[in-house]
């Protein structure tokens, strides 16, 4: 279903209550990679602009034991100020005195951005006492922290529940990231290539499951590779296997008949460093040895599926491409995806965590259709086609 946009709201001199996605890497009080917060600003600024009062509400990282200076988000708040143009006024709590005083004295066009979420266990319970005090902030609320979107926590499902009759809206992310998953789940042009790698079989069951019913080829490559290939009857050596996944391996490779394809070869080495000794084996992984990304005629094969392709998802590596010696697969993939969008005009959706890093370690984030800005919440996506937390809304 449409939804209703930031744009379709008056927000001149209301209190716009807003979750995004700031959980960024910190490193010595500086930010080390600010993408999410550069991917909020034209919302962000959307409001500002328009005379609107902006509350901004994030989580930062998994602090176990409430609040942390090492999870604060006032680092944040100065790279948003400076990003703007403008100062960004950092409250110390999410909720109480402090925070209600910061909001009541907002003048048009002012932005405070709240301490952690996650530092009140009330967050993630979705603690409707935490949710009420958040939600009696705003006169408008705003989801466009797609990464969260799957989570039914206080700030992103039972603040909009408790905010009916007041506008409750999407932002410009999670308008461009419904629009690019959800056309190639629902609607995508063919012929439609899924590239699926990482770990594990089981993380990734659902959404295996729904892009054979929906893709005309599936890639696999990374460790979840080594359970399909042990299915097939293949030696593993000592690679990364779920021994427990095998038996569903082997339903899905039957279930699958020619869509589904895997590795014909593969790089392997006895250990995970900068300068492991490799070799390209097809076949068995001897004793001893790790399968550590595919082989270059396997991403040869895989290649020439992508450059056919008009519709491309990819979710996960196609080795452990931190590590130079096992790199090449995935840059390979990488690099088809940005050709065949460059050349062919290709709509290419790269799904976020370590496949969004991956394109933009070898440069190439901006020459392929969309980077999902959530990594499980774009797997999740793709599997059910909607969330709870954007039901909800207007």
């Not at 295996?208 to 050596?237: S, V, Y």
Request: charged share 25%.
């Amino acid at each position: 279903m449409p939804k209703k946009t930031v744009a379709d709201v008056d927000v001149k001199a209301k209190r716009v209550l807003m979750r995004v996605d700031f959980n960024v890497p910190i490193e010595d009080g500086q930010i080390a990679d600010d993408r999410r917060i550069v991917q909020a600003l034209p919302t962000i600024k959307n409001v500002i602009d328009r005379g609107g009062r902006l509350i901004l509400m994030s989580h930062l990282g998994r602090p176990k034991e409430g609040a942390d200076p090492r999870f604060s988000l006032r680092p944040v708040a100065d790279h948003l100020g400076q990003l703007l143009g403008k100062p960004v006024h950092f409250v110390s709590n999410c909720i109480g005195l402090e925070v209600e005083q910061a909001v009541g004295a907002m003048q048009d066009g002012d932005v405070v951005l709240l301490e952690n979420l996650r530092f009140l266990k009330g967050e993630e319970k979705n603690d409707p006492n935490f949710a009420a005090q958040l939600a009696k902030l705003g006169d408008v609320y705003v989801n466009d922290a797609f990464g969260t979107a799957h989570r039914e926590h206080a700030s992103t499902f039972g603040v909009p529940q408790l905010m009916q009759g007041k506008p409750r809206v999407i932002g410009f992310l999670i308008q461009k990231e419904l629009k690019f998953l959800g056309e190639a789940i629902t609607e995508p042009q063919r012929p439609f290539v899924a590239i699926l790698g990482g770990a594990k079989v089981s993380d990734k069951i659902k959404v295996i499951e729904k892009l054979l019913e929906r893709a005309d080829t599936l890639l696999i490559g990374g460790a979840m590779a080594n359970t399909f290939l042990l299915a097939q009857g293949r030696e593993m050596g000592n690679s990364m296997v779920e021994l427990e996944a095998v038996e569903l391996a082997k339903q899905l490779i039957s279930k699958a008949r020619f869509k589904l394809k895997l590795p014909i070869d593969s790089v392997v080495s006895s250990e995970i460093s900068d300068d492991a000794d490799t070799q390209v084996i097809s076949g068995d992984v001897p004793a001893g040895m790790m399968a550590l990304d595919i082989g270059p005629e396997t991403a040869r094969l895989y290649r020439d599926d992508v450059m056919k392709a008009k519709t491309i998802i990819w979710n996960g590596p196609m080795g452990v491409f931190e590590k130079e010696p096992f790199a090449d697969g995935t840059q390979e993939i990488a690099e088809a995806c940005a050709e065949a969008t460059q050349k062919h005009g290709a709509v290419s959706i790269i799904g976020g965590g370590d496949s969004a890093a991956a394109v933009e370690q070898f440069g190439l984030a901006d020459k392929v259709t969309h980077v999902s800005t959530g990594g499980g919440a774009s797997l999740e996506f793709l599997e059910k086609g909607h969330f709870s937390t954007i039901d909800i809304l207007d």
